[in-house]
């Protein structure tokens, strides 16, 4: 998902780093892009790493080359909420954070639906081989109860993880958030 219309929309903006690339900031860091250039498709983009950790040092600039804007912004998006509180998170709560805000339908509850549904229904085929009608109903019923329990789980999932943060930002205002 595109999330600038050019690359002179990121400039002077925070951006969390949420795909891993060789030579640049890891994941769950957040950038401050300084400048920012297009050269045909191909987008290069001056950045400085907004805190100090293990591999980078406050105050350095790193350049990067994508293809085009769609992949710089496949490596990094903007987050209001975590550039904010970074200084609450550890690298390892904003990984998680990331891993979990990514999920969608295609790439979590899908694979779960489908191999729940080829189970689902070569057991209840199995089980009711002389009345597959029976066996059709009772398929297709607990491929829906699947299907309505793992959307259900994955934005169960997505507002425990914003609630963890919330808390972890929270404790240092002495509010308590349930």
């Not at 694979?111 to 689902?120: D, E, Q, S």
Request: net charge positive; with cysteine; hydrophobic share 50%.
């Amino acid at each position: 998902m595109n999330y600038l219309l050019n690359i002179d929309e990121a400039v002077d903006r925070k951006f969390l780093v949420t795909k891993a690339m060789r030579g640049q900031a890891e994941v769950g860091t957040i950038i401050h892009v300084m400048d920012a250039e297009q050269q045909g498709q191909a987008v290069i983009v001056y950045y400085r790493v907004t805190r100090y950790n293990e591999k980078f040092h406050d105050y350095q600039d790193y350049t990067a080359k994508f293809e085009n804007l769609s992949a710089f912004c496949k490596w990094c998006q903007p987050d209001n909420f975590i550039a904010r509180n970074y200084e609450c998170f550890s690298i390892r709560d904003i990984q998680h954070y990331i891993k979990i805000k990514n999920r969608n339908f295609a790439s979590f509850c899908l694979p779960i639906i489908l191999i729940a549904a080829i189970i689902i229904w070569a057991a209840a085929l199995f089980m009711f081989k002389e009345k597959l009608i029976i066996g059709i109903i009772i398929g297709a019923v607990l491929t829906l109860l699947v299907l309505i329990g793992v959307v259900y789980l994955l934005k169960v999932q997505k507002k425990k993880e914003k609630m963890r943060l919330y808390r972890k930002v929270s404790a240092g205002w002495g509010v308590v958030f349930e």
